[in-house]
C-alpha cells in the first residue's frame, strides 16, 4: 500500500486565494521530503528540500514566499500556494524516502486548478 | 546542479518488441539511477533501479545499463506488452543531497497490439 499520502488529490481555488498541500509519511517518520511540479505532458521538477525543523531548501526560480514550505513533524510537510494565480495550475507532488540514495516514495499528487 | 537528458521524447514499439530509453547526467557525484513509471493523472511508480557500484541489474523483462565513465544510463524492456505503455522518467541522485531526485524529461512509449 501507499506509504506517502498526498492531501488533497484535487483542488479548485480562486485567484489570490492561497491553498495547502499535505504530505505525509505513513509508516516511517521522514526528516526529508522533497516537492515536485510537474505541468501537462512535462517532467517533475523539484521545487524544494523540506527539512525537519529547518527551512526548506528551494531551487534556483522556485519564490519561497509563493511557495511556502512547513515540515512541523517528522511524518508531515505541507506546501502553501500563497496567493494563487492561473500559471500556478499543475500538478503537485511530494516524495519522501526511507532512507538516504533509496526508493523514493510519491504522494499520489494534486491537481490544483486555479480560476 | 545536476542535469539529466533523456532521449527519445516519443518511443512507439510492437508489442513483443524491445524498448530501450537512454539517459545522461552531468554530475559525477550522482549515486543513484531510479527509473519510474508515470501513468497518466497518477504517481510515478519504481520499476527498477540501480547504484553507480552496479553495471547492469535485470528484473524479469526490464534491465537497467550504467556507464560511469560515460554518464549514461539505460533502460531495456524485452517482450514489451500494451499495458507497459506509459511515461517513463529516469533520475539521478546526489551523493550528498540523498534523494533529491532530478528527472530526465520522459519518454512517452506507446505498445501497439
Known amino acids: 500500500g501507499a506509504v506517502v499520502s498526498q492531501h488533497p488529490s484535487w483542488v479548485i481555488c480562486k485567484s489570490g486565494t492561497s491553498v495547502k498541500i499535505e504530505c505525509r509519511s505513513l509508516?516511517?517518520?521522514?526528516?526529508?521530503m522533497f516537492w515536485y511540479r510537474q505541468f501537462p505532458k512535462q517532467s517533475l521538477m523539484l521545487m524544494a528540500t523540506?527539512?525537519?525543523?529547518?527551512?526548506?531548501?528551494?531551487e534556483q526560480g522556485v519564490e519561497k514566499d509563493k511557495f511556502l514550505i512547513n515540515h512541523a513533524s517528522l511524518t508531515l510537510s505541507t506546501l502553501t500556494v500563497t496567493s494563487a494565480h492561473p500559471e500556478d495550475s499543475s500538478f503537485y507532488i511530494c516524495?519522501?524516502?526511507?532512507?538516504?540514495?533509496?526508493?523514493?516514495?510519491f504522494g499520489q499528487g494534486t491537481r490544483l486548478t486555479v480560476v | 546542479g545536476e542535469n539529466v537528458e533523456q532521449h527519445p521524447s516519443t518511443l512507439s514499439v510492437q508489442e513483443g518488441d524491445s524498448a530501450v530509453i537512454k539517459c545522461t547526467y552531468s554530475?559525477?557525484?550522482?549515486?543513484?539511477f531510479p527509473w519510474y513509471k508515470q501513468e497518466l493523472g497518477k504517481r510515478p511508480q519504481l520499476i527498477i533501479d540501480?547504484?553507480?557500484?552496479?553495471g547492469e541489474k535485470k528484473d524479469q523483462r526490464i534491465a537497467v545499463t550504467l556507464n560511469k565513465t560515460a554518464k549514461h544510463f539505460s533502460l531495456h524492456i524485452t517482450e514489451t506488452q500494451p499495458e507497459d505503455s506509459a511515461v517513463y522518467f529516469c533520475?539521478?541522485?546526489?551523493?550528498?543531497?540523498?534523494?533529491?531526485?532530478?528527472f530526465g524529461t520522459g519518454t512517452s512509449l506507446t505498445v501497439i497490439p
Open positions: 554530475d559525477s557525484a550522482s549515486n543513484y
Open positions: 540501480i547504484r553507480s557500484n552496479v
Open positions: 523540506s527539512n525537519e525543523g529547518s527551512k526548506a531548501t528551494y
Open positions: 516524495s519522501a524516502p526511507r532512507q538516504v540514495n533509496t526508493e523514493a516514495f
Open positions: 533520475a539521478a541522485s546526489h551523493l550528498l543531497t540523498g534523494n533529491q531526485f532530478y
Open positions: 509508516d516511517f517518520q521522514a526528516t526529508t
